[in-house]
């Protein structure tokens, strides 16, 4: 396994409970494998404003805010946009639909989903999007805001992909692309290199050869490699196009090189 000096996991929870115990060891493993810039997504009020917290205690990492659609029903405004001010909040999100599990009813998912968009549009922020069965109702709603950012956890066709790209957004590619037979690695050589986006989604969708385990920042390395090996292209080729990426759709202001 080659390692890469410099990658950003753009899409990890590390204010779940699964990382209580050991937060700064899972930091220093990342940065060991070259993963210098992390950002952190909140799924309610509380995940937002721990997000936050530990975006402010770490260089490089910064914080997400926003209610998952399986926390649609517990929405709440006002706390949403009592934290929005914060400098290490680079995003809103994870926000979307999810017709999957529906723990939310569909209408509400539908109905905060468009006040988080609205919210983002006004402030300028980019949106992280979470979506699940609810690919084709999740671009409609997208179609009515001002708003661009990535659609998280991609695991579509080359179909699913255009309409994405079409939007305007980037495509966040995580684990599922190691997986044995997954169909991912055909998929993501129709995606624009300077639309891509990586991430771990940590604690979940571990990468091969870890699935089952407990997934971390520092397995980023396992999804670029195999990018790098899907595309055909040089790690340190790849790596900056990655960098670059990041930087512009969250809008940091830094070299990612500390």
């Not at 109702?137 to 695991?155: D, R, W």
């Not at 790849?238 to 759709?249: D, M, P, Q, R, S």
Request: with cysteine; hydrophobic share 40%.
């Amino acid at each position: 396994m080659v390692k890469t000096p410099l990658l950003w996991d753009t899409h990890c929870h590390l204010q779940d409970k699964h990382f209580r115990d050991d937060l700064e060891e899972t930091i220093e493993r990342a940065k060991e494998m070259g993963v210098i810039g992390v950002i952190i997504p909140g799924w309610d009020y509380e995940s937002s404003v721990s997000a936050i917290e530990i975006s402010r205690r770490y260089e490089n990492i910064y914080a997400a805010v926003g209610f998952h659609p399986h926390d649609s029903k517990n929405y709440d405004e006002e706390k949403l946009l009592s934290i929005l001010d914060h400098e290490k909040i680079v995003a809103i999100g994870e926000i979307g639909l999810d017709f999957y599990r529906n723990l939310s009813p569909v209408e509400t998912q539908k109905t905060v989903f468009r006040r988080q968009l609205r919210i983002a549009e006004e402030r300028g922020l980019p949106v992280i999007i979470h979506t699940r069965e609810a690919l084709e109702q999740t671009v409609e709603i997208v179609k009515g805001f001002n708003v661009k950012g990535v659609f998280h956890a991609f695991t579509g066709s080359e179909e699913d992909a255009k309409e994405i790209l079409e939007l305007g957004f980037y495509v966040g590619i995580g684990g599922v692309l190691t997986f044995k037979n997954a169909r991912l690695p055909e998929v993501v050589k129709s995606i624009p290199l300077d639309r891509i986006l990586l991430e771990t989604d940590a604690p979940y969708i571990t990468p091969h050869p870890h699935r089952g385990k407990r997934n971390e920042p520092a397995y980023l390395v396992y999804v670029f490699n195999k990018l790098c090996d899907v595309l055909g292209l040089p790690h340190a080729e790849l790596g900056k196009i990655l960098i670059k990426n990041t930087l512009e759709v969250f809008r940091i202001e830094t070299e990612g090189t500390h």
